[in-house]
């Protein structure tokens, strides 16, 4: 669906758009850049380009710098055939700019130079993960999927009821899974960690405007450490799923669930148990082997949470509550090593997560932060020396959710409690995948370092944090300038021009026609919602069900190599995912927190 904006005008020109008759396309980071990172745009054509570009201050209308227009070397995507960088580096003076061909007059979008580019943009994410909630959701303010759920799996009879309430909706559709759900949970806790002065207060416990003394992300985190909690109701217990593709039955709002599990539409919805064993109500199977992925990670959110209840916010009780359950998830991981997988019905597709030992090093690297207990530290050694470098880094298409989750946080969180040759050895683990996507990404012109399988932009978020946790433990800034790359791509430096999260920024280009109910029944716009992302044309035309409702707006920029469509039809580009979104929140805080 095509969005028209209000332009800002100058010298009674739009300041975006391309000369039609030259074909020249100029591609920015509409955010913005801190004033000391390098900044380098991208311009293409279908034609040479034969003219220096100007750095105008939009603020005064003065040219700032000339800038001659570097070609690229590698090979394009089709479509356009002539690439070019335009490197601004030097200039650090803070303000608002754009870029101009200096013969065509053709225009980039304008954005910002500033320390505040990035300035609790983080905000804007959590904004999209309140109106994820089950339960009570403050975005619609009502209350949803009060009868969740009734048990398969369990240790009691099939379909008893057990409290399976609480927790986030995952995509545009309403199931729940503890697969994302924990990793959710964990890494919005280590992002508070890392960056404290990063997070707001401004709303409550309950995602409703009033301040309560606690920044947001924690308190969207410990929604996340309630339902944990009730899916651990026992020490041999874990719910892992709640619902499954039976949900899928179009647009719906949460408290009118029409998907009908047996006891109605708009009733109880089936609620899974991990056994470690392959699952399935219907002829899809999952090929389970264990719950350690499970376990390990809630382990580790409960483990951070602990020590922020105990030493932050002084609530010693709750701090109990989690270290109890810290221990007794990492136990129940280390008596079920395997995976578990999500749980399909009518459909094919599910979370196919085949990885655990990354997330039982990260389960036991923060128990031993906690507790000081030795054999959580040589439990974390082993298990990292199993995890090692296993990731999606070194592959151009794995299975959906295969190496999950898309980075290994047990790395970092072991690495400040090992000895100096260990140290390097955790290191050169997160160095030898970061060193994949710097080789992948000089085979195309945009130096984009990812596959492009479904939710790439979750392994590119990934990718990010794994180099600012790679600085952070060596000191070593060789990756900064590719990471910023990466980045600048998120939010406009594409073919399509477009940022990946919604209403962000909110006067640039971004994914509004999203493939959400909330969009589809309301046409409201929920900011900082990280959408899927492009996928290889091989992927996007073998998926079922998928049609674009709308002409597509990105036509011209469509290529021979990958997908993305701004359209509600389009469910593998274009749907804003729930584990995405946080997993995006400590880069944020990152570069929302400039040292």
């Not at 105008?56 to 001659?68: F, H, K, L, N």
């Not at 999606?392 to 794995?398: G, L, N, P, R």
């Not at 000895?419 to 012109?445: C, P, Q």
Request: charged share 25%; proline share 5%.
């Amino acid at each position: 669906m095509y969005r028209f904006l209000v332009l800002i005008v100058l010298f009674g020109q739009s300041v975006f758009g391309s000369a039609i008759s030259e074909n020249i396309h100029i591609r920015i980071n509409q955010l913005g850049y801190l004033p000391e990172e390098s900044k380098i745009a991208l311009v293409f054509s279908s034609q040479r380009v034969n003219e220096d570009f100007l750095l105008i201050s939009a603020d005064g209308q003065q040219p700032v710098m000339t800038i001659t227009p570097k070609r690229s070397k590698q090979k394009s995507w089709g479509t356009f055939q002539y690439y070019y960088t335009l490197d601004f580096t030097g200039i650090s003076r803070e303000g608002y700019y754009f870029l101009q061909g200096k013969r065509t007059k053709t225009k980039s979008r304008p954005f910002a130079i500033s320390m505040d580019a990035y300035l609790h943009k983080s905000e804007k994410l959590l904004e999209f993960m309140r109106q994820q909630r089950c339960g009570y959701n403050p975005f619609f303010d009502m209350v949803c999927h009060q009868r969740d759920g009734r048990s398969f799996y369990g240790p009691m009879p099939d379909s008893t009821f057990v409290d399976a309430t609480g927790g986030w909706h995952d995509a545009g559709d309403q199931l729940k899974y503890l697969i994302t759900g924990s990793y959710a949970t964990a890494h919005m806790l280590k992002a508070y960690e890392q960056y404290p002065d990063s997070f707001l207060d401004q709303t409550n416990a309950l995602g409703q405007p009033f301040p309560n003394d606690i920044p947001d992300v924690l308190d969207e985190a410990k929604w996340g450490l309630d339902w944990i909690l009730k899916l651990h109701s026992a020490p041999d217990q874990l719910i892992h799923q709640i619902a499954d593709d039976r949900d899928h039955r179009g647009w719906k709002m949460p408290d009118e669930d029409n998907s009908d599990y047996g006891w109605g539409p708009n009733s109880y919805r089936v609620a899974y148990f991990a056994t470690g064993k392959p699952q399935g109500l219907n002829k899809y199977q999952s090929e389970a082997q264990g719950v350690s992925n499970l376990a390990g990670r809630s382990a580790a959110a409960m483990a951070i949470a602990h020590r922020i209840w105990k030493n932050k916010l002084k609530d010693s009780l709750f701090a109990e509550i989690c270290l109890k359950a810290a221990k007794s998830l990492y136990k129940l991981g280390k008596e079920k090593e395997g995976f578990q997988q999500g749980n399909s019905y009518g459909a094919p597709y599910r979370y196919s997560e085949k990885t655990w030992a990354d997330d039982m090093e990260w389960g036991a690297a923060e128990l031993y932060k906690t507790t000081g207990e030795k054999h959580y530290l040589e439990d974390a050694k082993t298990y990292a020396r199993k995890a090692n470098t296993v990731s999606w880094m070194q592959h151009d298409s794995v299975p959906h959710y295969q190496y999950y989750p898309f980075v290994n946080l047990g790395h970092f969180a072991l690495y400040e409690h090992v000895d100096d040759e260990f140290k390097k050895t955790l290191a050169d683990y997160y160095k030898s995948g970061i060193e994949e996507t710097v080789k992948r990404s000089k085979t195309n012109a945009y130096q984009i370092g990812i596959p492009f399988i479904w939710c790439s932009n979750n392994l590119l978020t990934s990718l990010i944090t794994q180099g600012i946790l790679y600085e952070k433990m060596t000191g070593d800034d060789t990756y900064s300038a590719f990471m910023v790359l990466q980045r600048d791509w998120l939010f406009g430096r594409n073919p399509w021009g477009t940022s990946m999260f919604t209403k962000m920024p909110e006067d640039g280009e971004y994914p509004l026609d999203v493939h959400t109910s909330t969009w589809a029944m309301t046409k409201k716009e929920v900011p900082g919602g990280l959408v899927d992302g492009p996928v290889y044309n091989t992927i996007y035309n073998s998926l079922k069900g998928l049609k674009l409702n709308e002409p597509d707006e990105f036509a011209i920029f469509q290529n021979d190599f990958v997908t993305y469509h701004d359209d509600i039809g389009d469910y593998s580009t274009n749907e804003p995912t729930m584990d995405g979104t946080a997993g995006a929140i400590l880069m944020m805080a990152h570069w929302g927190n400039p040292q």
